[in-house]
Nanobody, 123 residues
Framework: QVQLVESGGGLVQAGGSLRLSCAAS????????MGWFRQAPGKEREFVAG???????SYAGAVKGRFTISRDNDLNTLYLQMNNLKPEDTAVYYC?????????????????WGQGTQVTVSS
């Protein structure tokens, strides 16, 4: 069992930055893949970024070059640094974990989810 708690969301102007954090507990954090997903009102949950157990990152095209995913295995924490934010980045952001070392972009591949944190980008 893995428990995930996100933090760091908020309101920011377009062009600004935010850093999301996800504190994990319950399993050997260093051995599992993690991901960030987001869901805007009226839309399906979508992949944002993933990171494998060996810290290999992957990104959705819409955020590549602006967002950076990272992990600190000593602190059992996942991060998402978001720069040059755009109004279309507005969504609830979710941290997810899966029972395996490889990161995937499909929500069905992830076993554990946090409660989400709201990110709102004003124009």
């Amino acid at each position: 069992q893995v428990q995930l708690v996100e933090s760091g969301g908020g309101l920011v102007q377009a062009g600004g930055s935010l850093r999301l954090s996800c504190a994990a507990s319950g399993r050997t954090f260093s051995r599992i893949a993690m991901g960030w997903f987001r869901q805007a009102p009226g839309k399906e949950r979508e992949f944002v970024a993933g990171i494998s157990a060996t810290a290999s990152p992957s990104y959705a095209g819409a955020v590549k070059g602006r967002f950076t995913i990272s992990r600190d295995n000593d602190l059992n924490t996942l991060y998402l640094q978001m720069n040059n934010l755009k109004p279309e980045d507005t969504a609830v952001y979710y941290c997810a974990a899966r029972s395996g070392g490889a990161a995937y972009s499909q929500t069905s591949q992830y076993n554990y989810w946090g409660q989400g944190t709201q990110v709102t980008v004003s124009s």
